[in-house]
């Protein structure tokens, strides 16, 4: 058992002299290294699993999970205020105490994993609590002992928050997503660097909570790796509940007195709020990890994989570690693909020209393939179809809170949907669809035909087809 106190590296004993021979060895015990132990494990191979901090990784007890607890109640307060106009009034008071319950119920204890280490022993596996750095081909060391891999050696140890070097920050008690999302108790006020999705999600939640909310995005716009339209649709949702929303400027410095935060920027703009939470994306450690002994550079950020997860002869990598993307859906189905490539069986191959994503704010934005600017750089004959939710049938039932669109993004040559963005109440819903599409390279004429329900929001991907002359 552990939990999130209780992760910082100690010490390693000097190595025994003689390895423990193993099948294999899974160094981080995440989404995809769970999945992947956990399969190989069951099939009957002698597998020993090593996770230094929680077993299931960010998502179940910081990620995924807590943050969409939070969301859901979030949006709950949202509804209430969309009543008065549609269904009389309704009035509702926040209260932190039911959610901070609810995602320390969830992760079994105050964060403790003994739930998911027990999933894992019960496949057979070999559960070791510590840090694995590698010590050669098929070599792990862990505690002090050196376990030699005759299958290989699966690396999934996922990513951190990322820190940005800004003078004045280093040292002062900023808040990560694993803060926030064990708060019991929130701030009045809060800035976040950052507008990806993790900083989006949270922001409009601490607001909708009553916390007054600063958004810095270094970039142009909110959620940057998206098509514009959906940054600008979430900036303009975000300033009509009430959040300040900076982009285009990094942070020059931090500040912290008296309890409270200020950013500068480099406009002269100060900011200052009770709590600062960082959410500048993700780093991995490499270097930590001892890949120089595979022959693999420390200094990368990322491993570059084959079409079978192979890093080189004997060592496979998952999950955030990859490169491919930074989500669980994609790390699970990484770790199906390297498990059997382990086990010599044949498994469909990852198409990640359909690498699906969703950021659940409010409105969701849900994202496949590629954007629009990504298709012209690859010399695509790029055709566009946009149609806002508001406009279809049921976004304009919806009323309130209705705000989104459409966006499809064709190869005009081989008439098929390359990429597609889904902003609206059930963004991450209609992706669905969109997501098949793009997958399964449907014709734009096939995916036409189709008889949609109506009045669904669905139905708007019909109305975006349509768009196209």
């Not at 021979?21 to 009957?44: F, N, W």
């Not at 597998?47 to 901090?53: H, L, S, T, W, Y």
């Not at 607890?69 to 932190?96: C, H, K, S």
């Not at 049921?394 to 669109?405: C, I, Q, V």
Request: proline share 6%; aromatic share 6%.
């Amino acid at each position: 058992m552990i939990n999130a106190a209780q992760t910082t590296p100690s010490p390693e004993p000097t190595p025994s002299s003689t390895p423990i021979h193993v099948d294999v060895v899974v160094i981080g015990l995440g989404p995809g290294g769970e999945a992947a132990a956990g399969q190989l494990a069951e099939a009957g191979l002698d597998v020993v699993g090593i996770e230094a901090g929680l077993v299931g990784g960010e998502c179940p007890y910081w990620g995924c999970i807590p943050s969409k607890m939070m969301i859901r109640a979030a949006n709950a307060l949202a509804e209430v205020n969309r009543v008065d106009g549609l269904a009389g009034a309704a009035t509702a008071t926040p209260d932190w105490g039911p959610v901070a319950k609810r995602i320390r119920d969830q992760a079994t204890d105050n964060w403790n994993d003994q739930v998911a280490v027990d999933r894992f022993v019960n496949k057979g596996g070999t559960f070791i609590r510590g840090y694995g750095t590698i010590a050669g081909p098929g070599q792990v060391e862990v505690n002090g002992e050196v376990y030699q891999a005759r299958r290989g050696v699966i690396i999934a140890t996922g990513t951190r928050a990322a820190v940005p070097p800004i003078p004045g920050l280093e040292g002062t008690p900023f808040w990560t997503n694993h803060e926030i999302v064990q708060t019991e108790a929130l701030p009045t006020s809060l800035i976040v660097l950052g507008g990806g999705a993790i900083g989006s999600e949270l922001a409009q939640v601490m607001s909708r909570f009553g916390v007054a909310v600063t958004v810095v995005e270094g970039l142009d716009r909110l959620l940057p790796q998206n098509e514009p339209e959906a940054g600008h649709v979430l900036a303009e949702v975000f300033e009509s509940e009430g959040i300040s929303v900076h982009t285009g400027q990094f942070a020059e410095k931090v500040t912290y007195d008296n309890d409270q935060f200020s950013v500068h920027l480099p406009d002269g703009t100060v900011t200052s709020a009770e709590k600062l939470l960082v959410a500048a994306g993700r780093r991995t450690f490499l270097k930590e990890l001892g890949v120089e002994a595979i022959g693999i550079d420390p200094d990368s950020r990322l491993l570059s994989t084959d079409g079978n997860q192979r890093v080189t002869n004997g060592v496979w990598a998952v999950g955030d570690i990859a490169g491919d993307g930074l989500f669980t859906h994609l790390a699970i189905r990484q770790a199906d693909v390297a498990a059997a490539d382990i086990l010599g069986n044949e498994v469909e191959p990852l198409n990640l020209d359909a690498l699906s994503a969703v950021t659940f704010t409010d409105p969701e934005v849900g994202a496949v393939g590629l954007t629009e600017a990504a298709a012209t750089e690859q010399g695509i004959n790029v055709a566009i179809a946009y149609k806002p939710v508001a406009h279809t049938a049921r976004g304009w039932l919806h009323m309130h809170g209705n705000e989104g669109f459409i966006k499809l993004v064709a190869d005009a040559d081989k008439q098929i949907l390359v990429g597609a963005t889904s902003v609206g109440p059930a963004g991450g819903e209609v992706l669905g669809l969109l997501s098949l599409a793009v997958h399964a390279k449907i014709p734009i004429s096939t995916v036409k035909s189709m008889i949609y329900a109506y009045p669904t929001f669905h139905k708007g991907v019909e109305d975006a087809l349509n768009e196209f002359s």
